[in-house]
């Protein structure tokens, strides 16, 4: 007898012996022993599960003169002709190769003569999905009112591909993806029988090379056993397959533990001097990320498809890496699998790739750079006034009359003053007014409470120069600029009109700049300190018919956008 591959010779003979699919197989025994066989069924789910097997298996059961307990004898004349593909009542049909109208009329005519031998005559469509539209209409009548001695049973791998008037008129059952420790225990008992010698990593390898598939993993077996003869042994079914060896996964993620950048250059050459192909590669990468993610998040590797010694060093390397590294990580090499396909340098793009991995930045340095950023900002929140007692001694603005008042909040949004003319802050009463004849523009300002003191009058210089001030404005936009961009947007907004008696005015545009620079007003005073050597309290007045810049070019921030980033504007 010519030899036989592993997936027919031990293609299951019963019910009991299909793996992993007990939903079906149990319902299908219970219908025959109940006798409430349906005239169709539809079996879907993905390629090498079983679906044809168990066609077959019920073809035998339904027509088996010794059935017992809902099981084929395997045994009589009925049942070996079934099996061995030779029974006239059990018709298989490839929807792939006979998918036209003409082909489904043959059958329509075929289902009209009764049985030759067989109580039930059994048609069996794989791959039902391929028919065509006028094909399954013309199937349609007969699969929903078939002759009392036929069944139909559809096997399919794309279910959404059947027309739904067919769908409705079958029982559906749906053929689930086999699990990895499933396939080790059938590879297990073939080899078992056949007398080969297995190790327990190369069972692991093939069970997860088939992929969900009994039927591919047995063809695997089948090449590795070629291969290897009667003793199987990892390196060898590793180099027999063309796979990436387990062990480059753990040394790139030691290179990323370690930030070796040279080692990931040397191990990007190595990939491709070993013949991997980069895909693979990165699919396998991926896999190890993944197994290093589920043991870092649930302690346990019930869930990594690997083998006992693999789980434990999983364990032992999850706890050398962060949560949010290896999602970070397993995201960037997700994407550059997706795009490494379609470049046309697959090595660069591999390099590329390895060192991105290896110099990322940690996720605890970067909480640590956070946190700093948190107490930097709380500094500043803190220096606000002066830690000495709870009021202070300032002359009003007459220089007469010596009032107590108390510190001056600073709070997120100040409560907006009302505009008034009646009482001008001492550094508005120096400035000049068009009816006066000054030269400066009218002015509208924020007044203060006459009792109101600036945040540093001890030590603020009020015979400031003003001209001064005016000069050096720019270097103090550049050095907010480099600390808070944010406050150097607004600060472009303004400028200063005058230095009195310990207070900087500034003058705005509008009232809407001076509500979003507020917030700040803490933050501009330490600034002034640091850059220009003055203590200063900021105020704030709108200066009517300034800061209207001729066109776009001459904006600040319109300035350094297309400096910095390139920005055109929209027409």
């Keep these: 007898m010519s030899y036989l591959v592993t997936a027919r010779k031990w293609r299951p003979m019963r019910f009991d ?6 939903h079906v197989t149990v319902t299908m025994k219970n219908a025959i022993l109940r006798n409430r066989i349906a005239h169709a069924y539809l079996f879907s789910g993905p390629s090498g599960v079983g679906k044809t097997t168990t066609a077959r298996i019920l073809a035998k059961a339904i027509n088996c003169p010794n059935v017992k307990d809902g099981e084929p004898c395997n045994d009589c004349d009925i049942c070996r002709e079934i099996t061995e593909g030779r029974s006239l009542d059990v018709i298989e049909i490839d929807g792939a190769s006979n998918r036209g109208i003409d082909e489904i009329r043959d059958l329509r ?41 036929a069944m139909f049973v559809l096997a399919t791998t794309e279910p959404h591909k059947v027309i739904p008037t067919i769908l409705t008129r079958c029982q559906r059952f ?14 297990r008992f073939i080899a078992g029988e056949e007398k080969i010698s297995v190790d327990e990593e190369s069972f692991v390898t093939i069970a997860k090379k088939g992929d969900g598939s009994m039927r591919d993993a047995l063809s695997i077996f089948d090449q590795v056993a070629a291969f290897c003869g009667n003793d199987i042994k990892h390196d060898v079914v590793v180099s027999a397959l063309s796979l990436v060896d387990e062990e480059l996964f753990f040394r790139t993620t030691a290179l990323i533990e370690n930030n070796d950048s040279k080692g990931a250059v040397e191990l990007a050459a190595e990939i ?21 993610l589920i043991a870092s ?41 997706q795009q490494i396909k379609y470049v046309s340098q697959p090595r660069i793009k591999l390099e590329m790739t390895l060192l991105q991995l290896v110099n990322m930045e940690r996720a605890v340095r970067l909480r640590e750079l956070l946190q700093q950023v948190e107490e930097l900002k709380k500094n500043l929140t803190r220096r606000d006034l002066p830690a000495n007692s ?45 009816r006066n004849g000054g030269a400066s523009p009218a002015a509208r ?24 001030v005016n000069v050096r404005w720019d270097e103090l936009l ?73 066109s776009d070019d001459n904006d600040p921030l319109v300035k350094f956008l297309k400096d910095e980033f390139g920005a055109e504007p929209i027409e």
């Design 174 to 187: 749906d053929f689930k993806r086999i699990e990895i420790e499933k396939i080790i225990e059938r590879l």
């Design 109 to 149: 005519e075929s289902v009209r003569y009764s049985p030759s031998r067989l109580k039930y005559k059994v048609y069996i469509i794989d791959e039902v999905h391929m028919l065509t539209k006028e094909a399954f209409n013309a199937l349609l009548k007969t699969l929903e009112e078939p002759p009392s001695y």
């Design 272 to 292: 491709v001097s070993r013949g991997y192909d980069s895909v693979d590669f990165l699919e396998g990468l991926s896999e190890h990320l993944r197994n290093l």
């Design 445 to 468: 300002t924020y007044s203060r409470n006459p009792e109101e003191a600036p945040a540093y009058p001890d030590n603020a210089t009020s015979e400031s120069s003003f001209q001064e």
């Design 478 to 550: 550049q050095a907010v600029r480099k600390e808070r961009i944010a406050v150097w947007s607004q600060l472009i907004n303004l400028k200063p009109l005058g230095v009195k008696n310990g207070w900087l005015m500034l003058g705005a545009p509008n009232e809407v700049v001076i509500g979003m620079t507020k917030p700040y007003k803490t933050y501009i005073q330490d600034a002034v300190q640091r850059t220009l050597g003055m203590r200063v309290a900021i105020d704030f007045s709108i200066v009517e018919g300034e800061h209207k810049a001729d």
């Design 390 to 434: 709870g009021s202070i001694s300032q002359p009003t603005p007459e220089g007469s009359t010596t009032v107590k008042t108390a510190r001056e909040p600073h709070p997120v949004y100040p409560e907006r003053r009302a505009f008034s003319s009646a009482s001008p802050s001492p550094a508005q009463a120096e400035l000049p007014n068009r």
């Design 17 to 22: 012996e299909v793996t992993a699919q007990e």
């Design 297 to 337: 998040t649930t302690g346990k590797a019930d869930l990594i498809e690997a083998s006992e010694d693999y789980r434990k060093r999983y364990i032992e390397s999850a706890a050398s890496f962060d949560k949010l590294d290896l999602l970070r990580l397993l995201k960037t090499t997700s994407e550059a699998m």
